[in-house]
């Protein structure tokens, strides 16, 4: 099967709440959480992974610090339901969403600079993130939600 990587759209939003609420269990209100974002565009912009109809994931970028003529992204948010996990749905998701807002920054007169992603030191997806984008640990923030958070950044422009 192959994966479909599509703008989310709003009959998402339900189901994009349900993989955000089983991918985050310490995080509330999934409903709110993701609607807010989705309406949020295009500083965020969501996408979704799809299957045979059926949505296996999602990705959350963020235009970081304004609309600037060098875009910094932070990838915020990616989830893929527990069945499908090490199955390159996330690298997929990374890869080929990050090129559909590659193709809206240059649209707008910007060009993709950087990427941040934070995430928990002991994630086992930050290799995911070194893989799918380049990104390598920067910096080590102790006990910023639930645990110490690692900053990765990936350097896109050459």
Do not use: C
């Amino acid at each position: 099967m192959q994966v479909k990587i599509r703008a989310a759209t709003e009959a998402d939003l339900d189901h994009l709440a349900r993989l955000h609420s089983e991918s985050y269990p310490r995080q509330f209100s999934s409903r709110q959480w993701v609607r807010s974002n989705f309406h949020a565009y295009p500083r965020i912009m969501l996408f979704a992974a799809e299957m045979d109809g059926v949505l296996v994931g999602y990705i959350q970028w963020i235009q970081k610090s304004g609309f600037r003529k060098e875009a910094v992204l932070e990838l915020e948010q990616i989830a893929v339901t527990p069945t499908w996990r090490n199955q390159h749905v996330g690298t997929t998701l990374i890869k080929e969403s990050l090129q559909l807002v590659d193709v809206y920054l240059q649209a707008q007169g910007s060009q993709l600079k950087s990427v941040i992603v934070t995430t928990r030191t002991d994630n086992h997806a930050q290799q995911l993130y070194k893989s799918a984008l380049g990104a390598m640990p920067q910096a080590v923030i102790k006990d910023l939600y639930s645990h110490d958070e690692v900053i990765m950044i990936a350097n896109l422009r050459v």
